[in-house]
């Protein structure tokens, strides 16, 4: 009989320097974060990260795209969910430190399912 894996499905908006990283890697893990980036945010629902990448990584860097992936629930469940502005705005807060062990915690790989501004064509592992 099959175990069961529980994830926990979430979002992360990325930019176009973020996503050739993660496409360079083969997809199954983020880049470490940068001196100046303490804490990795992903989000709990595609229209938030949809709504960061469209409003906010198009404006900072002309292009945004959403990502999608599972993590291990039993990770998750060390880190509180956080509020970000309104209710439908959650995210997790992880430290920079602890993003290795985050990776480790993705069950499958990264997909884009979104993407806008210029140079705005998916990946071929989009759907």
Known sequence: ???QIDTVTLWRPVGPEELRLIEGSGMPAFPPRLPDQP???PVLSEAYAVQIARDWNVR???SGS?????????FLDRYRMEHAGSKAHLEYWIPAEDL?????AIVG??????AFGK??????NAE
């Open 100 to 104: 290795p062990e985050f990776n480790s």
């Open 39 to 41: 804490i990795f945010y």
């Open 119 to 124: 140079d705005a064509n998916l990946p071929v």
């Open 109 to 114: 790989r990264i997909e884009v399912t979104a």
């Open 60 to 62: 900072a860097s002309g």
């Open 1 to 3: 009989m099959d175990e």
């Open 66 to 74: 959403v990502t999608r992936f599972d993590v291990l629930k039993s």
